[in-house]
């Protein structure tokens, strides 16, 4: 196996024509020899967060939507955040960005962030998963794109254009001419 890809994106090659992760980015959480498992940051589905939670939680209606992390277990509910001090325990995604699944992270997290405005979240219905040397077989074979994972990325406003901006990311850094300028002239 090579190293450990949590923290990490996977960036759905343009080949990659499984409908479940069509133009996806997903985040890795888990990665070892066992196997890998993510969520998919960029297709939020038409469920409000406070649809999904309300036999749970009495959350305000806001425009927050749950996304479909994955084909996987799609009753599952996952959260992302960064809330470090919600659950010490847990070591972090990555620099500032934590996963739980428990009800009551779930809630201390919604409930913080809507008094603390620096408290960001996302909830995903189901994940991406991998068995043993799956996902390095799909690596292998050009599936996939990596890149170090960003908080602007998982929190993107617009998720639609996450795909685009990733994979422009990978290109850039894989150039192996100059970019191109504005103005010929100044070459």
């Known amino acids: 196996m090579c190293e450990s890809l949590r923290g990490h994106f996977l960036i759905a090659g343009c080949r990659l024509k499984d409908r479940n992760f069509f133009k996806t980015a997903v985040l890795i959480v888990e990665h070892s020899p066992e196997g890998a498992m993510g969520l998919v940051i960029n297709r939020p589905s038409s469920v409000s967060v406070a ?20 084909p996987v277990e799609p009753a599952a509910l996952f959260i992302l955040h960064n809330a470090a001090n919600v659950d010490p325990g847990e070591a972090a995604v990555l620099s500032s960005i934590y996963v739980g699944s428990s009800a009551d992270i779930f809630e201390e997290v919604v409930r913080s962030a809507i008094t603390d405005s620096d408290i960001r979240f996302r909830i995903y219905s189901g994940c991406a998963g991998w068995g043993p040397g799956q996902l390095e077989g799909e690596l292998a074979r050009g599936d996939w794109m990596t890149l170090k994972a960003t908080e602007d ?33 100044w070459n």
């Open 51 to 70: 649809n999904a939670l309300s036999g749970h939680l009495d959350l305000p209606d806001t425009e927050e939507l749950v996304y479909v992390g994955g």
């Open 153 to 185: 990325a998982i929190f993107c406003n617009d998720p639609y254009q996450v795909w685009d901006q990733l994979l422009a990311r990978v290109h850039a850094t894989h150039r192996l001419l100059p970019h191109v300028t504005e103005n010929p002239e």
